[in-house]
């Protein structure tokens, strides 16, 4: 069974502090990993895939398959950043997203 | 549509009684998607519509949730004899078949269901 696991319910930081939200994952083939994101009064939006290797409003994720990880970080966090923030894995193209528990962020001057 | 939409975006019920929920998905997304969003429960996968049929409806937490899926667009989550513990955000998502390579699940806003 597929499980993805997000220790934090709520990370707080300053502004301009780096952000690092925490994800793991069990699945014992290879898994495609996201990160989804809520923004306050709006829809569940896709953030960055690891496929992509892209970094979105300066967020990055690497896939460490030894640790089983896909942690996003961000170095210097801004005000707009705060959020709900879900990783999420996915077996393979037809199939569902199994998402975490989420973690709140909040950015704080 | 521009997007996913889901209605009502409120309910509010009585236990017992049936609620259904609707979804209309993206144009040409094949792919449908069920979860529901519970305070900390995170998302909770329901089911998954691919046309209209269902290959994983794994995620239903009992026979009185069901799911159907006509034309291939619109789908309708039934929950019969609400109970209490069925309140939540329910929210809907499409996708191009499977999600593609890109994986991209476009989300409704979602119908959030208090049963009383």
């Known amino acids: 069974a597929q499980r993805v696991t997000q220790p934090e319910k709520l990370l707080s930081v300053f502004k301009g502090a780096p952000v690092e939200l925490k994800c793991n994952y069990s699945?014992?083939?290879?898994?495609?990993l996201f990160w989804y994101v809520q923004y306050s009064r709006q829809r569940l939006q896709l953030l960055l895939r690891?496929?992509s290797r892209e970094s979105i409003k300066g967020f990055t994720a690497d896939l460490n398959k030894g640790e089983t990880s896909f942690h996003l970080k961000k170095p210097f966090a801004q005000e707009e950043d705060s959020a709900m923030y879900y990783c999420?894995?996915?077996?393979?193209?037809?199939?569902?997203?199994?998402f975490g528990t989420g973690t709140r962020l909040q950015v704080t001057l | 549509g521009a997007g996913v939409s889901q209605s009502p975006s409120n309910k509010v019920t009585e236990k017992g009684k049936d609620v259904e929920l609707r979804c209309d998905p993206i144009?040409?997304?094949?792919?449908l998607y069920w979860y529901r969003q519970s305070l900390g429960q995170g998302l909770e996968f329901l089911i998954y519509?691919?046309?209209?049929?269902?290959?994983?409806k794994s995620g239903l937490p009992s026979d009185r949730f069901s799911a159907e899926r006509t034309g291939g667009s619109v789908s309708t989550l039934t929950i019969q004899r609400t109970q209490q513990e069925d309140s939540a955000v329910y929210l809907c998502?499409?996708?191009?078949?499977?999600?593609?390579?890109?994986?991209?699940?476009?989300f409704g806003e979602g119908s959030r269901l208090t049963v009383l």
């Open positions: 998502a499409s996708s191009l078949v499977g999600g593609g390579a890109a994986g991209e699940l476009f």
């Open positions: 519509f691919q046309g209209n049929s269902a290959p994983d």
């Open positions: 999420a894995l996915r077996r393979g193209t037809a199939s569902k997203l199994t």
């Open positions: 690891h496929i």
């Open positions: 699945y014992s083939g290879s898994p495609e």
């Open positions: 144009s040409g997304h094949t792919a």
